[in-house]
């Protein structure tokens, strides 16, 4: 399988392709990565070093690897955190690329926009691209709660108004929608939930709240959902198997006190995860 994965990169830690790319790698799949941008960290930090990329960078890295004559052979496209709209055209125009020499190909877009306590965190424009544009293109979108609020244009207080947002996304475009960092009032303090629905269906997995704050969890959830759908073709399988992972990546993370998530040393948990979690219909 091979997977062109294309958004922002950090030389030090692990977000965006710093995230994502290895985890695919570790499953076995070949990953075509272009950065949208590169850092020397995370902004998290609160200072970092490096430039961001414009819209015909990413179509020149496109152009380079469709001369190769591969591009066909491309199974997914990836995108995750854009630094601009501009920058989405162009992640578009390669997934139309891709789409017209290998029609199968499947699109997973992490539509990156905020988070519940930080609100809209992207670029002008941005929100509205991934609403408008991104997201009916895309086959499969791993939105969290806030996200999916905005997409959906409605508060999700409720199991069953989770469920309505995502059939309303459906709406939109793609098939197949997974929502991180659920809470809901049927979600236990201690707890946190995952939801996917697919075909009018819905699945849950419930995880032990973990007590750390890292970036980048959501890009590898992303890649991993991603890798394990597109082999699987099964939503459920996908959300056991990813949560199953990130779970095992984030509790190793929490127990070593790191402030960056350990995607090197806990790389075991990606094949072989300590923690396994029921993905039940809801």
Known sequence: MNILSIQSHVAYGHVGNASAVFPMQRLGVEVWPIHTVQFSNHTGYGSWKGRVFDGPAIEDLVEGIAERGVLGRCDGVLSGYMGSADIGTAIL??????????????????????????GVFVRPGVPEFMRDQAIPAADIITP?????????????????????????????GPKVILVTSVETQATPGDSVDLIAGEGGRFWRVRTPKLSLSVNGAGDAIAALFFVHYARSRSAPTALAEASASVYGLLKRTEEAGSREILTIAAQDEFVSPTYRFDAEEV
């Not at 409605?154 to 939109?172: F, N, P």
């Open 93 to 118: 125009s390669a997934v139309a690329r891709v789409r017209a020499l290998n029609p199968g190909v499947l699109y997973c877009c992490d539509p990156v926009i905020g988070d519940v306590g930080r």
């Open 144 to 172: 969290n709660q806030f996200e999916l609020d905005y997409l959906s244009g409605m508060a999700t207080a409720t199991l069953d108004d989770v469920k309505k947002a995502i059939s309303i996304v459906h709406g939109m």
